[in-house]
């Protein structure tokens, strides 16, 4: 069975930091790119980063440039966001996702619909 679970959501100030977790299990995670989406209440789900399985490459969305870090733990099936400077725009449910690695994950990898398997979401919290 596929399964992704984020875990580390929390309420937070802002400026504070959060590290997320997403572990894998259920299929060959060196053959797949892992997202992070979230979505805020009202608004549609957004591409946030994602790491590549192939080069480890990673990608940003420009508003979490600079704050947020993506990083893989291959062993461990694990992929973490760790989020610093957080603002109160950071507020979402955040969730991770996979999608089969691809050679143009550079254009693709903030489309949703790329993604064959989602994680069930954490939410975090930011408070001014």
């Known amino acids: 069975e596929v399964q992704l679970v984020e875990s580390g959501g929390g309420l937070v100030q802002a400026g504070g930091s959060l590290r997320l977790s997403c572990a894998a299990s259920?299929?060959?995670?060196?053959?797949?790119?892992i997202g992070w989406f979230r979505q805020a209440p009202g608004k549609e789900r957004e591409g946030v980063s994602c790491?590549?399985?192939?080069?480890?490459?990673?990608y940003y969305a420009d508003s979490v440039k600079g704050r947020f870090t993506i990083s893989s733990d291959n062993a461990k099936k694990t992929v973490y966001l760790q989020m610093n400077s957080l603002k109160p725009e950071d507020t979402a449910v955040y969730f991770c996702?996979?999608?089969?690695?691809?050679?143009?994950?550079?254009?693709?990898?903030?489309?949703?619909?790329?993604?064959?398997?989602w994680g069930q979401g954490t939410q975090v919290t930011v408070s001014s």
């Open positions: 996702a996979a999608a089969p690695h691809s050679p143009i994950i550079a254009t693709l990898w903030a489309y949703e619909y790329d993604y064959d398997y």
């Open positions: 259920g299929f060959t995670f060196d053959d797949y790119d």
């Open positions: 790491i590549s399985s192939s080069d480890g490459n990673t």
